[in-house]
């Protein structure tokens, strides 16, 4: 409804009201201060002005409950604001660690891609006669094996034949297919998923389960 000002008759200030009435005679509470001025009113006044402040207590009920709405879907708001700032902060946080492992793929592709004077063929290494491929290394406690003598024989022909590797990926491939048995498994599945980056790390993976604890009491007693 509209709002509008209404003249009070015993005042100068205006009174407002959510009821349309156009009569300036008609009984209304608005137009009074008290209840004594109602003496000289009909009952049909009465009863009007009784309607009256029975429309204006429901409009005024309607107008409590959509502020209460507005209210409570402001707090919603807010609450889903809150969230997908939350949210937005966490996927900044995995672009950021996303984007440190594509820095770091494309660091480890460029030094794959670049040749090493170690790495680059000479016209000797092209005619020399390969060594031969170390025996798998299975890691059994039965068997006549030394961790430490397989270990040297896959580093000299790491090194030796070093032209016959295209990358370290080949090469921790080849240091993978010298193992067998329980050895292959402790590093199989870290190959397969790429962890490792270099035939050292395997390497040295091994040596964790098949180094010789008394390897420099040995050697002490062998001098």
């Known amino acids: 409804m509209t709002i509008r000002p209404r003249n009070n008759e015993n005042s100068s200030k205006k ?48 107008v409590i409950k959509e502020h209460s709405e507005m209210q409570e879907a402001n707090e919603k708001l807010k609450s889903e604001l809150f969230e997908l700032k939350n949210d937005n902060a966490d996927l900044e946080r995995e672009l950021n660690i996303k984007q ?21 063929p000479t016209q000797g290494s092209k005619n020399r006669t390969r060594l031969k491929d170390p025996e798998k290394f299975a890691g059994c406690k039965d068997k006549d094996e030394d961790f430490e003598t397989w270990k040297y024989d896959v580093l000299e022909k790491l090194k030796v034949d070093a032209v016959t590797f295209d990358d370290e990926n080949h090469k921790i491939s080849y240091v993978n297919s010298r193992t067998t048995g329980d050895a292959h498994e402790h590093i199989r599945d870290r190959v397969n998923d790429g962890e490792f980056t270099s035939a050292k790390e395997v390497l040295e993976t091994l040596e964790v389960f098949y180094r010789d604890p008394h390897k420099a009491i040995k050697a002490k007693a062998a001098l």
Do not use: C, N
Request: net charge negative.
């Open 15 to 62: 009174r407002y009201s959510v009821i349309d009435e156009d009569a300036d005679d008609t009984a209304a509470f608005w137009k009074i201060r008290s209840f004594r001025e109602t003496s000289e009113w009909t009952d049909e006044q009465k009863d009007e002005a009784m309607d009256q402040a029975h429309r204006l207590a429901k409009h005024y009920i309607v």
């Open 100 to 120: 440190g492992q594509i820095e770091y793929l494309e660091r480890r592709e460029r030094r794959q891609e670049t040749p090493s004077d170690s790495s680059m």
